[in-house]
């Protein structure tokens, strides 16, 4: 019977001149690569492969520090992958943030994504129950999340600031949400939630993927004029391992 050669090739391989055949592109578990008819993350959800964190208490949020410039040893939000190098991915599809507790002398606030090869958690912060999104799958998730007033190891030569980018240009408002989305461009806008001023915020950062070997992807965030208040968030994260 005749069968189909999967070969297993992650990264792009050469281009395939017009009218030559090559064996089918397969991912690490010898499935094949093939274009997408339309968009949405339930097969992954499906396969057992997505996976999500929140803050334990719904209605209370985890204070960051008060901070006021961009400072590399200073976080909000990490997650780790923890798998053995040559392992699965861990790939973002987003992060969302409900302002619980406001910064109340806060001019904007400010973000910067960045990635690095190493664990740069030092200290603080609360650990995130990561969970799986399928409920009749038992695998649990490799990752680690931390999030709150997060402190830092130095950055690794090999950083890789992704991003950067405003959630606020004004004071925060109290429950308003900011989502942070990864590669999905069509996501963006906003839409009030209540009154004049609290608002649903989007915005896009582009794909990241965290590769294994305890490589981490870190959210900076601070608030210029903050000298009073650290703000609070509850938070929720989204995120594929393949």
Known sequence: MPQAAVKVNRLLPSAV??????PLRGGRYAEAFT?????????????????????????????????????STNG?????????????HLVMDYIRLINTVVGTTTTRSEAVLAVDN????????????AVNANMDVATSSIATV????????????????????????AI??????????FG????????????????????DAGPVVIGPGNHSLIVHLWNPGNATTAPSWEVEAGWWER
Do not use: H
């Open 35 to 71: 274009i997408p008819m339309g968009f949405g993350a339930y097969p992954l959800v499906q396969e057992g492969t997505y996976f999500k964190a929140i803050n334990a208490t719904p209605g209370t949020g985890i204070a960051q520090t008060i901070q006021t410039t961009f400072l």
């Open 17 to 22: 001149t017009e009218g030559n055949q090559t």
């Open 184 to 203: 999905r461009p069509t996501l963006g806008g906003f839409n009030t939630l209540s009154g004049t001023n609290g608002q649903r915020m989007m915005v």
């Open 76 to 88: 909000v939000f990490m997650i780790l992958n923890g798998d053995a190098a040559s392992g699965k």
């Open 118 to 129: 190493t664990n740069r958690f030092s200290a603080g912060g609360s650990t995130l129950t």
């Open 172 to 181: 925060m408002v109290q429950f308003e949400e900011f989502i942070i989305s």
């Open 146 to 169: 931390r999030f709150g007033a997060l402190t830092l190891t130095a950055e690794s030569g090999s950083v890789r600031r992704l991003s950067r980018f405003q959630l606020r240009t």
